[in-house]
Structures are given as structure tokens and as C-alpha cells.
């Protein structure tokens, strides 16, 4: 299946951007972030084939990646807009919300039933107020993390034109298409 190669080569590519050696914070970043998409692509996989029926355990558990993956891809265009040298700390509240989804799947992970976890699957059964809030504010979360990156990226342009004359190599073009 298309998804599951997807995934295990995401994987890879995070694996081999962990072991960089060179530009170490846009690396881990950017690893991060294929490792956050790739996992949720290993997981739309789990589901196409129906395999949550077997494990009905690991329902729900991919619900925080949207909220890694997101500011991820924000913290990596400002890594690689700033050539920094060091990942700043407070950098991690961009996870919080991260965080606390994952803090409340892994207390789903304990407290509901298998029963329970299949029916967050049926359409027709109703959403409790936290996954309906977590999954309304994930389109708006993404758009807002689009808007900040591609203002770092505007920001970092408008650097360029002004120490750089020749700038068209600098540009970080590829990053906008990769947002």
C-alpha cells in the first residue's frame, strides 16, 4: 500500500535528518516534522486497512500530530530563516497544545474500552466536547503556523534585498512550496 511506503520512507528520511551532523536545529526540526507527517501517514494506513479492529488500543493516538507537525514546520523556517545555531527552549510552548492532547490519549489509552475507542471511528456516534474542539481547531491551527512561516519567510527575504544584491540563490522559495 501507497501509505504504508509513504510512511516507512518518511521515516527513514527522519532518521537520516536526526544523524546530520551539519546545520543540527534545522535538521532535528525539520525531523521532527517528517516524523510527526510520516507517523500520521503510518496511521491513515492502520485505518485503511481496517487494522483497529484488531488493535483498538491505538485509536486516537495520532490525534496530537497535527499539533507537532504544524509548529514544527513554523520553528524549521525560523531556524532556517535565522541560521541559528541553538533551539530555543521556549520554543516548546508551541507544543501545549501537543501536549495536552497527548497527555489525554494516553489517559483515554487507560480509561476507555476498546468498545469505546471504536466508536470514535462511527460517524454517527457523538463526539465528546474535547475531541469536537480538538478537531475543529486543527484546520485553523495549521492555516495560522502557514501564516507565521511564510511571514519568517518574508521577513528573511526582505533581509536579503536588503544586504544581498544578488539574492535569487538565498531565496528559500523551496521551503514555500514545502509549507
Avoid: C
Avoid at 48 to 59: E, M
Avoid at 85 to 103: D, M, N, Q, T, V
Avoid at 154 to 167: D, P, Q
Wanted: hydrophobic share 50%; no cysteine; glycine share 6%.
Amino acid at each position: 500500500n501507497i501509505l504504508f511506503a509513504g510512511g516507512v520512507v518518511g521515516l527513514l528520511i527522519t532518521i537520516f535528518l536526526f544523524n546530520r551532523k551539519d546545520n543540527l536545529v534545522p535538521n532535528i526540526i525539520l525531523g521532527i516534522t517528517f516524523g510527526a507527517y510520516s507517523i500520521d501517514i503510518l496511521y491513515a494506513f492502520f485505518i485503511s486497512q481496517k487494522l483497529y479492529l484488531s488493535y483498538p488500543a491505538l485509536i486516537g493516538l495520532n490525534g496530537m500530530l497535527p499539533f507537532i507537525y504544524s509548529p514544527a514546520i513554523y520553528l524549521y523556517a525560523k531556524a532556517v530563516s535565522s541560521n541559528r545555531k541553538r533551539f530555543e527552549i521556549k520554543s516548546l510552548l508551541h507544543f501545549s497544545p501537543a501536549i495536552i492532547i497527548l497527555l489525554a490519549s494516553i489517559i483515554g489509552f487507560f480509561i476507555f474500552s476498546s468498545e469505546e475507542k471504536l466508536a470514535l471511528l462511527d460517524p454517527d456516534v457523538p463526539k465528546s466536547v474535547f475531541i469536537i474542539i480538538m478537531r475543529t481547531l486543527i484546520p485553523f491551527y495549521g492555516i495560522a503556523y502557514i501564516i507565521l512561516s511564510l511571514i519568517e519567510i518574508k521577513k528573511y527575504h526582505h533581509r536579503l534585498k536588503e544586504n544581498y544584491s544578488e539574492i535569487e540563490s538565498l531565496k528559500l522559495n523551496w521551503l514555500i512550496y514545502l509549507i
